[in-house]
């Protein structure tokens, strides 16, 4: 298991990215969570296999096509939480 944080900058908030991206993870089978910042940026915690997290990663590049994702920020994470379910947190 390997833990990613994602940073995604554009236009992000206000679109529903949250919900697209938790839509996304389910759909991946990723755990974690995705929370709006106070910069307008969205950040996401991420948990799965590499395979599934470089499926993550390039969806959350992308976006849904309500979003403009400008570019994407990705960390490795040393993780000792290990997450049941992905979450939108507020």
């Known amino acids: 298991m390997k833990t990613e944080q994602f940073i ?15 839509r ?3 759909r991946i089978g990723v755990t974690g969570w995705v929370k709006n910042q106070s910069n307008g940026s969205v950040a996401v915690l991420a ?7 470089e499926t ?7 976006g849904h096509k309500t979003a403009t994702v400008n570019y994407v920020e ?15 947190l507020h």
């Open 56 to 62: 993550f990663y390039r969806w959350l590049q992308q």
């Open 24 to 26: 996304e993870a389910q």
């Open 74 to 88: 990705s960390f490795i994470v040393e993780n000792n939480t290990i997450y049941s379910d992905f979450q939108i």
């Open 47 to 53: 948990q799965g296999t590499e395979q599934q997290l």
């Open 8 to 22: 995604i900058y554009g236009h992000v908030q206000g679109v529903g990215f949250r919900f697209f991206t938790w």
